[in-house]
Nanobody, 126 residues
């Protein structure tokens, strides 16, 4: 498993931007798949953006396409989520996740991920 530490959350007005970071450490094999999930109060956790760290392929939830960008800095072992044009509906706890290998399951299948961070809160006010 991988240790994941998120940062960068905060409070912002609608239309604003935030960049989340997730530093990965204590792994022997670099995670194959990394992703951002979020969970709003009273709602199930949902996938936001995912990335194949080998191919660079990316996948986004429809609700964030065109507004959020997932990226990685291999030298820093860091995953980012750039969030622009934020909406109150984006308010949630955001979690970084890592998974070990390829599978035929959809990108946001949570069982694909065996390491999770503690989360960072994002609050968007109208």
């Amino acid at each position: 498993q991988v240790q994941l530490v998120e940062s960068g959350g905060g409070s912002v007005q609608a239309g604003g931007s935030l960049r989340l970071s997730c530093v990965a450490s204590e792994y022997t094999t670099r995670p194959y798949l990394m992703a951002w999930f979020r969970q709003a109060p009273g709602k199930p956790r949902e996938g936001v953006a995912a990335m194949n760290t080998v191919s660079g392929n990316r996948y986004y939830a429809d609700s964030v396409k065109g507004r959020f960008t997932i990226s990685q800095d291999n030298a820093q072992n860091t995953l980012y989520l750039q969030m622009n044009s934020l909406k109150p509906a984006d308010t949630a706890m955001y979690y970084c996740a890592a998974g070990p290998g390829p599978s035929g399951r959809p990108w946001f299948t949570q069982e694909r991920y065996n390491s999770w961070g503690q989360g960072t809160q994002v609050t968007v006010s109208s």
